[in-house]
């Protein structure tokens, strides 16, 4: 199991759109276990394959409180989402410590398949259906900054470029 790094906005490679899986094989499962740890070590609650450069339609989440409930999505698919929508506080590993707000659906229904390449129907709400747009964004090559005011999100970027000089220093 290896540690993956996460892209950071604004590298170009996270507006790349992923492809679908082909097959459910090895080199799929490792993926799947490197970003399960790549995820808990950076305590984030989703990760998309596009966010480690890999641009295949893979998503691991892990909402629940004792970080011990992984859901694997391959190929996921929204096959229903609620009229409701509701402003949510999102975060993102690929945009360290920027906080917004972002209109979600309240619920969706998705298909896709799991680890061991079988479907899957997972109904998602709360926190589950907010992460699960947010991850499915990154495989559309959509960060969720896009739907921030054209200020706000020029404001994010400068700030991100910075730190990423400042790092490489
Ligand atoms: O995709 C990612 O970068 C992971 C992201 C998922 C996410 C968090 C919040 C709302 C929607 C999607 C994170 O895990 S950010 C870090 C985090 O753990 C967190 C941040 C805000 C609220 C809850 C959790
Ligand atoms: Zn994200």
Same mark, same amino acid.
């Given at each position: 199991?290896?540690?993956?790094?996460?892209?950071?906005?604004?590298?170009?490679?996270?507006?790349?759109?992923?492809?679908?899986?082909?097959?459910?094989?090895? +080199?799929?499962?490792?993926?799947?276990?490197?970003?399960?740890?790549?995820?808990?070590?950076?305590?984030?609650?989703?990760?998309?394959?596009?966010?480690?450069?890999?641009?295949?339609?893979?998503?691991?989440?892990?909402?629940?409180?004792? +970080?011990?409930?992984?859901?694997?999505?391959?190929?996921?698919?929204?096959?229903?989402?609620?009229?409701?929508?509701?402003?949510?506080?999102?975060?993102?590993?690929?945009?360290?410590?920027?906080?917004?707000?972002?209109? +979600?659906?309240?619920?969706?229904?998705?298909?896709?398949?799991?680890?061991?390449?079988?479907? +899957?129907?997972?109904?998602?709400?709360?926190?589950?259906?907010?992460?699960?747009?947010?991850?499915?964004?990154?495989?559309?090559?959509?960060?969720?900054?896009?739907?921030?005011?054209?200020?706000?999100?020029?404001?994010?970027?400068?700030?991100?470029?910075?730190?990423?000089?400042?790092?490489?220093?």
């Amino acid at each position: 199991m290896a540690l993956l790094p996460i892209l950071c906005y604004p590298d170009p490679k996270l507006l790349t759109v992923a492809k679908s899986v082909g097959a459910v094989d090895a +080199r799929i499962q490792t993926l799947v276990s490197d970003m399960l740890v790549t995820m808990y070590e950076a305590k984030g609650i989703g990760l998309a394959a596009t966010q480690v450069d890999v641009h295949e339609r893979v998503i691991v989440i892990d909402t629940s409180e004792e +970080r011990d409930q992984p859901l694997v999505l391959i190929n996921p698919e929204i096959v229903w989402k609620s009229e409701a929508t509701h402003l949510n506080e999102e975060g993102c590993l690929s945009v360290p410590g920027i906080y917004d707000g972002v209109v +979600r659906h309240d619920a969706v229904h998705v298909s896709a398949l799991d680890e061991t390449g079988a479907s +899957r129907r997972i109904e998602a709400e709360e926190l589950l259906a907010v992460c699960i747009q947010h991850e499915m964004d990154h495989l559309l090559g959509k960060v969720f900054v896009e739907y921030l005011s054209p200020l706000k999100r020029n404001r994010i970027k400068t700030k991100m470029m910075k730190l990423q000089r400042e790092e490489s220093r």
